[in-house]
DNA sequence: AACCGACTCAACCGCCTGCCT
DNA sequence: TAGGCAGGCGGTTGAGTCGGT
């Protein structure tokens, strides 16, 4: 049995909004404000929508000083930086974006920004927005030192996609939501086509505690191609837990949230330490260019 | 010109949360 | 404390548009 509908939908009206409805609630909301009650504002103001069809319009549209389209390199740089921090949770995300909404950050990060940022352009975008914001401005010197070293072995062994790395710079009106969900720092310090491997660290400022276990994903794309709707692929997770010597065995669609929300529950389950990524099953060669990169090709700094 | 697939984005759906009684 | 309700939210849908053939 299923949750009583808010309003009679045989009623109301669906589908796009006139500008006659458009102005009757926009005129109506600056004069009087919703009276806290959408569910039964538009019988007051007489138009056959559902109240929360009035909000919705009203929020993602009506209300002032709404931006829509166009966003900047700076408005990417905070989603892409809070995606990962938080997930998919827009209206946090809006909410560090004024005049943008849940909705059109939304769309925007579905339709076109990820696959910005899964594509082989994403590599130049990374560099366009570390030419506006500080390099690696948390990481530490042994980080730097890392990334150092991991982009002196990419040089050397011409591995031009394995040089983009995951620094640990991460807005910081973000912190009260990064210490809620203990955020890991990704600091990677050993990487090759087919293996990449995270030292896990808490945000320094939030916590210094370290776990200590190990965990492997073995990815095994059901796709070939990234950049159309192939974020989400199928694979194969194993974690060799160091602690108990069990071993867990699951598949999952791994996008890069995937990847995130793993991450988070190692930590939250006191296994932090290492994380490794084998490339083990490659049913085209396209694998490693794709499925690897989707994990690590997020943020946002390329040592070239 | 017609067709078709890809893309965009406004709008809807249904679940979750928090407030009120 | 429990139940009902409205608001809030993220996921999804589908109509409209665009570009290629």
């Given at each position: ?258 990847f995130q929300a793993e991450l988070f529950d190692e930590i939250a389950n006191n296994n932090t330490g290492e ?30």
């Amino acid at each position: 049995m299923g949750r009583a509908p808010c309003c009679d939908k045989t009623a109301v009206k669906k589908g796009p909004w006139s500008t006659e409805e458009d102005a009757v609630l926009k005129s109506f909301i600056e004069k009087h404000g919703t009276g806290n009650n959408w569910i039964s504002l538009p019988q007051r103001i007489g138009i056959k929508r559902c109240g929360k069809s009035c909000r919705l319009r009203w929020l993602n549209y009506l209300r002032p000083n709404l931006k829509h389209g166009g966003f900047t390199d700076e408005e990417d740089y905070i989603i892409c930086s809070l995606y990962i921090t938080i997930g998919s949770r827009w209206s946090i995300i809006a909410s560090q974006l004024p005049g943008r909404t849940d909705n059109d950050i939304k769309n925007y990060w579905n339709t076109r920004l990820k696959k910005k940022l899964m594509s082989k352009q994403g590599k130049a975008f990374h560099q366009q927005l570390n030419v506006k914001f500080e390099r690696g401005t948390t990481s530490s010197s042994s980080t730097q030192n890392q990334i150092q070293m991991f982009h002196d072995e990419n040089t050397k062994s011409n591995q031009t996609l394995y040089n983009q790395v995951v620094v640990p710079s991460i807005p910081s009106f973000a912190m009260e939501e990064q210490s809620m969900i203990k955020n890991p720092i990704l600091e990677p310090f050993y990487c090759e086509p087919n293996n990449v491997l995270f030292d896990l660290d808490h945000d320094a400022a939030a916590s210094s505690y370290h776990h200590h276990s190990s965990s492997s994903l073995n990815s095994m794309s059901s796709s070939s191609s990234i950049g159309t709707n192939s974020s989400l692929q199928m694979s194969h997770y194993t974690s060799n837990h160091n602690d108990h010597g069990d071993q867990q065995d699951m598949f999952f669609m791994a996008g890069f949230e995937n990847f995130q929300a793993e991450l988070f529950d190692e930590i939250a389950n006191n296994n932090t330490g290492e994380i490794e990524f084998h490339g083990t099953e490659m049913p085209n060669n396209n694998y490693l260019d794709h499925d690897i990169s989707s994990f690590i090709d997020y943020p946002l700094y390329d040592n070239e």
